[in-house]
């Protein structure tokens, strides 16, 4: 017994991945759940417009935070109903308070289901006709609306990165990666050929499971259509691109899993779709601003619950881009290099042109 | 006639030097064996023969891609897709389409005798068809050279026969074969030998030119008399020794014997 314990220790020892999965991830979920997973919010990014704006912040509970920028101040105390409407739409207050009307209105954004709830609550224990609530997009506060956007990212991450690398290292484990790279093939025809069915299985899952979403739990897709399967589209770039990556870093399928979980689990706990962001201390939060689910969640959540436009989500639009260029373009390159040495196609260009 | 291969070739992997300095050529309508111990650079040596892995140093001489027949070690078909599937994919990859593939399936799963199962999954073929089955899908663009690593190893003895009638009847077609094994009574049956070791040729020449050229000669003995230098043949002992036979006595019996002879004059003249 004394020597099958040593052996497992030693085997353990030259596992880095599951050494990794051992020491890193209970660590990753103390930290997380120690700090990050927080319901309670601290902080309610709030706008109040129109021309008694000061009088009525004045009288907020200290939880709303209302921006206090000059030039925001300006704009809002000459603004109205439709300024405060589009502040919430466009995601830059999660409630903005309109002073044109008698009581004041208060616009919640029912996107952001936490904040929403904690807002709601808060302005409810103010005095009687102080203002009037509104829950703009979720006005029952259905957890499913919220939750539907953002599972539609995390099944396109689960395709993308579990699927795609399990799919790709099957060619590896196999012996017939080595076969494809001897064969009359373009390396991009490989690469495209080995991607293009994953990304359209991942499409069909994203639009099936957004017309479930739709048709079972009623949520609503006040936005644009296109721009909703643009989004999906480059999303899906960096998740599949994220799977040829870890493939190329695994020779095994079970390597690959342990790879691909080390990469969803975080999107799942720091992408702010359960615990949210703004509740997390700027220690982790930061996590959450470099994983791509944050940037799909805005987008979604923006696009199907708040119509928000083009205009208002391109930052996320953007960094999703950026992500989709880079994780992409290096996934492509490393499967490259494994289909076809660079030195190989000279070789075989000088033995063409010696016979 | 066209003979393909190497020059001066060295291959590394990172600090590991996998090859050095290694001269082959195969010629159309021959069989080359490589044969050599775990580690001797067989793989690598077809590996770059075939394009998988860049040459350090010399060069590879070898036809393009699609006139190329390659089968890994590890069989290199696809596990979840059926018999004819796997055909359909190569042969497409190959670009051999229509009545040529017809022709070429009909008569590979008769060669092959894998007639019966073209809907079985090749994962579900045994270790014998599965090898037979590689071998049809290296051969379906009728390649001029064949490159097969190991096609032989974990195959029963009558699949093997099948394949070596395969692999002599692709040669008399005229395909340049080279072929790596660790069967040595299967490289006696190849035009030609290049016995590797640690990554460089210990021999090469046909079998006989092999068995001619081991340094010393090899004893036949009822029983040991050097362990270092002596290993057992069936019933019996044989025992190397680096000095020069009796004039009329063979260096070597076979091939085996002269490939561990020559293994162990290495590993004295290194001591």
């Given amino acids: 017994m ?106 919640i954004d029912g996107s952001n289901l936490f904040s929403a709830q904690t807002a709601k609550g808060a302005l409810a224990q103010m005095p009687d006709g102080a203002v009037t609530i509104d829950v703009l997009y979720n006005p029952d506060l259905t957890t499913a609306w919220v939750m539907v956007p953002a599972l539609i990212g995390l099944i396109l991450t689960f395709i993308g990165t579990i699927i795609t690398s399990i799919g790709l290292v099957r060619e590896r484990q196999n012996g017939t990666l080595e076969q494809l790279a001897v064969m009359p093939l373009k390396p991009s025809d490989v690469i495209v050929g080995k991607i293009a069915p994953y990304f359209i299985l991942a499409a069909l899952d994203m639009i099936i499971v957004t017309l479930l979403g739709v048709w079972i739990f009623d949520v609503p897709f006040n936005g644009n259509v296109a721009l909703f399967g643009f989004g999906g589209a480059i999303f899906l770039f960096v998740v599949l691109g994220l799977g040829v990556l870890i493939s190329t870093a695994s020779q095994t399928q079970a390597q690959a899993i342990q790879v691909a979980m080390m990469i969803l689990l975080p999107q799942i706990l720091l992408s702010g779709f359960i615990f949210p962001l703004s509740a997390m201390p700027a220690a982790i939060s930061w996590i959450g601003y470099i994983l791509p689910l944050t940037y799909w969640v805005n987008i979604s959540q923006g696009i199907l619950l708040r119509g928000a436009d083009l205009a208002s989500l391109w930052p996320s639009f953007a960094v999703l881009a950026v992500m989709a260029v880079v994780i992409f373009t290096a996934a492509v390159l490393r499967f490259r290099r494994d289909l076809a040495p660079s030195s190989r196609r000279k070789s075989q260009k000088s033995s063409k042109a010696g016979n | ?53 860049p040459a350090a140093e010399g060069e590879v001489n070898a036809p393009s891609l699609g006139s190329i027949g390659f089968m890994p070690t590890a069989a290199g078909v696809w596990r979840d897709l059926s018999v004819d599937q796997n ?53 379906i663009h009728r390649p001029p050279m064949l490159i097969l690593d190991e096609p032989s190893t974990g195959v029963d003895p009558v699949s093997r ?64 008399t050097d362990r270092a230098r002596s290993w057992r043949r069936g019933s019996r002992f044989k025992t190397w020794s680096p000095d020069e036979p009796v004039e009329g006595v063979a260096r070597a019996d076979d091939l085996e014997d002269a490939v561990i002879a020559a293994t162990l004059a290495k590993e004295t003249s290194n001591a």
Avoid: C
Wanted: hydrophobic share 45%.
């Fill in chain 1, 2 to 107: 004394k020597a099958m314990i040593l052996k497992e220790f030693r085997e353990l020892r030259r596992d880095k991945r599951t050494m990794a999965m051992l020491i890193a991830l209970p660590i990753l979920l103390l930290v997380i759940f120690g700090y990050a997973a927080n319901f309670t919010i601290d902080d309610i990014s709030t706008r109040v417009v129109g021309p008694g704006s000061e009088q009525v912040t004045a009288q907020l509970p200290d939880l709303f935070d209302v921006d206090a920028d000059a030039a925001a101040a300006a704009q809002d105390t000459d603004g109205d109903t439709q300024t405060a409407l589009d502040l919430v739409r466009d995601n830059k207050a999660d409630v903005a308070i309109d002073t044109t009307t008698s009581p004041p209105t208060a616009y």
């Fill in chain 2, 1 to 53: 006639m066209s003979a393909w291969g190497a020059r001066e070739l060295t291959v590394t992997y990172g600090d590991t030097v996998a090859l050095t300095n290694v001269s082959v050529d195969v010629r159309e309508g021959e069989v080359l064996a490589v044969v050599g111990g775990d580690g001797a650079g067989k793989t690598t040596l077809l590996r770059a023969l075939a394009g998988a892995v």
């Fill in chain 2, 87 to 139: 055909i359909d994919f190569v042969a497409s990859a190959q670009g051999v389409t229509g009545a040529t593939l017809a022709e070429r399936r009909e008569q590979l799963l008769a060669d092959t005798g894998l007639e019966g199962a073209t809907k079985r999954l090749a994962g579900q073929l045994s270790g014998g068809m599965r090898q037979k089955l590689a071998f049809a899908l290296a051969m």
């Fill in chain 2, 161 to 224: 026969v099948d394949l070596w009638r395969m692999i002599s009847q692709a040669a008399v077609d005229g395909a340049a074969i080279i072929m790596a094994t660790t069967y040595l009574d299967e490289a006696e049956r190849a035009s030609r030998v290049l016995v590797l070791d640690g990554g460089e040729i210990l021999l090469a020449g046909t079998p006989a030119d092999v068995m001619a050229n081991v340094p010393g000669h090899v004893a036949d003995a009822g029983q040991t």
